[in-house]
């Protein structure tokens, strides 16, 4: 019996253990987690943008943005639709993408925030403070 016992959470075991295989065509969550930080980057720029411009065409400049960020990272449209649709089908795969993202959303801010060899970011909007953290 014991024997059984150990037989049987060892399967569990392995069973919980092993990663989920991905699908041809279908990107790694840590590749899917730059991706999206990206696409965030991107849309809260353009959005401060359209604040300071009344004439900003956020929503034309956004698809135009993301189009470039999508090539950056070896994708189009096409192949990032298949690519949200699997990891929306797949709740715990995506939320191991939103908490990777948060997380390293979180430490490249308190890594600008206490990189003690920029000088101090004193920008009057994203694009000024990504200029001088740059720098």
Request: glycine residues 4%; contains cysteine.
């Amino acid at each position: 019996m014991k024997k059984l016992l150990m037989l049987f959470f060892s399967i569990i075991f392995l069973a919980c253990s092993q990663t989920e295989k991905l699908p041809p065509g279908i990107a790694a969550p840590d590749k899917m987690k730059h991706l999206f930080f990206d696409l965030y980057l991107v849309d809260a720029v353009n959005t401060e943008r359209k604040l300071r411009d009344s004439g900003f065409l956020l929503q034309v400049e956004n698809h135009k943005d993301f189009v470039r960020v999508l090539e950056i990272h070896g994708m189009n449209r096409k192949s990032f639709q298949k690519n949200f649709s699997y990891y929306k089908k797949h709740p715990q795969l995506m939320k191991r993408v939103t908490d990777s993202l948060a997380a390293y959303a979180a430490r490249r801010s308190a890594e600008l925030l206490t990189d003690t060899t920029k000088r101090n970011l004193h920008g009057t909007n994203i694009q000024d403070t990504a200029g001088q953290a740059r720098n």
